[in-house]
């Protein structure tokens, strides 16, 4: 019942740009740390961006100055911004949310489907 959803990932020509968000969805009391990850074929899954709910942010040296992560906590959605976008971009991107739900007090690590993005050269 407690889910992320991801949108917004596709193909775009190299130095184009994408908008992906996440949005948290069930009995979610709050949460707290929000991020981005990615996963290109034959690598490691690697943290792109996070942000915290006071909106302190953190990137990956790879896209600073590039990618632009944000929230919105009122309804529940994180957002990554991708400009000049690159083809080493390409991979598969999954939201995760560290989040605290009630009834019992639970401390949760969520994560998204996954959406792809491809960028050609």
């Known amino acids: 019942q407690v889910q992320l959803v991801e949108s917004g990932g596709g193909l775009v020509q190299a130095g184009g740009s994408l908008r992906l968000s996440c949005r948290a969805s069930g009995n979610i009391f709050s949460i707290n740390a929000m991020g981005w990850y990615r996963q290109a074929p034959g690598k490691q899954r690697e943290l792109v961006a996070d942000?915290?709910?006071?909106?302190?942010?953190n990137y990956a040296i790879s896209v600073k100055g590039r990618f632009t992560i944000s929230r919105d906590n009122a309804e529940n959605t994180v957002y990554l911004l991708m400009n000049s976008l690159k083809p080493e971009d390409t991979a598969v991107y999954y939201c995760?949310?560290?989040?605290?739900?009630?009834?019992?007090?639970?401390?949760?690590?969520?994560w998204g489907q996954g959406t792809l993005v491809t960028v050609s050269s």
């Open positions: 942000i915290t709910r006071g909106a302190t942010t």
């Open positions: 995760n949310a560290e989040a605290i739900v009630l009834g019992p007090y639970r401390h949760l690590q969520l």
